[in-house]
């Protein structure tokens, strides 16, 4: 096989690696070399990039979305509500979803991913009404068409109104249903090694949305397939309630009961755990994606990011859904975080620097990629190229600090797998407007009903 021609992205501005100073060169959708200062590339290199405009950053990757809620940001109905209530508001509309409208909303929300230099993603799609079956099919098709990796979770609900749940009977399936279905798209999109730009994880939605039986099941399937599991958990202290409540102890011993205390497990938010739980989430190296800008809308609570990480906890950051953000702008998060962290922790536990580790090495735990995150030898050519030229960077003096401190919310280049997916701030051969006037005319039919 011909290997593939090697680039020099050469001379950046700044770069979030040490080292590298001149640079890095990729080939075959890896990192080959970092070039220090007054060096050339030992690599032969057929091209060249001149990214002496640029700051260099690992591609960010996006632990927590639902994508399909792009087709319900801002909606008044929703507006303005806590979780539980925000969800018994949203529900009614996300059962009008079709194939065509998830579609435009994964379309959508990819888009603006890659646009704010994601180049990794996790989606959590957990609804099926009549008629979407093949929703991670849908999601699949898409993130090839734009280039973008990906881990998509098989989600799940199978505990409606009238088994106590929150959902109504018509967005959830039957238990039987959901594993055959997530045996079935494992098998036919799930790529194993490094260079994989497609992975399956499964995903039901929530405890409180979910049967017990279910939960164990798929914990049991996840093992025997070889994948990764992820449901949200102690987001709200109304969930931890409904836990005490209904199965008489909290989320955790709940979560460790299912067989889902272990190094498979990523969980979205994770607000409300004691210490205790957070050592145990760090022993049993389970991952948590942290949502700064959905908590805070939701006004669901803060997460004790550096408590986690003291306890041994790997934590990401996510988007979370766009009806909670309601954007899907990973750069835009990564400040968020920044600043709900250290209004939490102060300025001596929390700097800029930590917030792009989140975002990058943090992440790359969550969805259990080693090989992300990080611009060093070996590991994949996923970068991310930020310009300095807005008049909000205009003075700045560090460029990697002025990212976040001046709020960078996009990308000029991205690269995925050594390729292209962003060039001069676009998607190559994605029309835009086009793709607003579909999705914001799905977007209308399915709020009227
Ligand atoms: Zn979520």
Redesign the pocket.
């Known amino acids: 096989m011909e290997p593939t021609a090697a680039i020099w992205i050469r001379n950046p501005l700044a770069i979030l690696a040490d080292g590298a100073e001149r640079g890095t060169v990729v080939q075959g959708g890896r990192i080959v070399e970092l070039v220090p200062a007054g060096r050339e590339p030992s690599t032969a290199t057929a091209a060249v990039f001149d990214a002496s405009a640029h700051v260099v950053l690992p591609g960010l990757i996006n632990t927590?979305h639902?994508f399909y809620q792009t087709l319900t940001r801002a909606l008044p109905a929703a507006m303005d509500r806590e979780l539980f209530s925000w969800l018994q508001a949203l529900y009614p509309v996300w059962a009008r979803l079709t194939p065509e409208s998830l579609d435009l909303g994964v379309t959508a929300a990819v888009s603006e991913l890659l646009l704010s230099g994601c180049t990794t993603t996790t989606d959590?799609h957990y609804v099926f009404p009549a008629g979407l079956e093949d929703a991670i099919d849908i999601e699949v098709a898409a993130a090839k068409r734009l280039g973008i990796r990906v881990l998509l979770t098989r989600g799940s609900m199978n505990r409606s109104q009238k088994d106590g749940g929150l959902p109504p009977d018509s967005v959830v399936q039957d238990e039987d249903t959901i594993l055959a279905d997530s045996a079935r798209v494992v098998a036919r999109h799930h790529q194993r090694g490094e260079d994989a730009m497609v992975q399956i994880a499964l995903a039901p939605c929530s405890p409180f949305s979910v049967t017990t039986s279910l939960m164990r099941a798929t914990a049991d399937l996840a093992e025997k397939l070889d994948v990764r599991l992820h449901t949200?958990l102690a987001e709200t202290e109304d969930e931890n309630r409904f836990c005490e409540e209904l199965y008489r102890c909290r989320p955790l011993d709940y979560l460790e009961q299912c067989g889902w205390l272990n190094a498979r497990t990523w969980l979205?938010h994770g607000i409300f755990f004691n210490a205790g739980e957070m050592k145990r989430l760090g022993k049993a190296k389970a991952a948590i994606s942290h949502c700064a800008c959905s908590n805070q809308i939701l006004a669901s609570g803060c997460c004790p990011v550096c408590e986690m990480e003291e306890a041994g906890v790997a934590v990401g950051l996510g988007v979370?859904?766009s009806a909670s953000n309601d954007a899907s702008n990973l750069m835009q998060e990564v400040r968020a975080a920044f600043l709900l962290q250290r209004a939490r922790y102060g300025v001596t536990r929390v700097s800029h620097k930590d917030a792009l580790r989140w975002a990058t090495k943090g992440s790359a735990a969550c969805v259990g990629r080693p090989e992300l995150g990080e611009i060093a030898v070996g590991k994949a050519a996923d970068l991310a190229l930020f310009k300095l030229d807005d008049l909000r960077f205009s003075g700045h003096g560090d460029p990697l600090a002025a990212l976040v401190l001046c709020g960078a919310h996009r990308a000029d280049r991205a690269m995925v797998g050594g390729k292209w997916a962003v060039i001069d701030g676009a998607i190559p051969g994605l029309d835009v407007p086009d793709l607003i006037r579909r999705h914001s005319a799905a977007a209308r039919a399915m709020h009227a009903g």
């Open positions: 927590h639902h959590h949200h979205a979370d859904g």
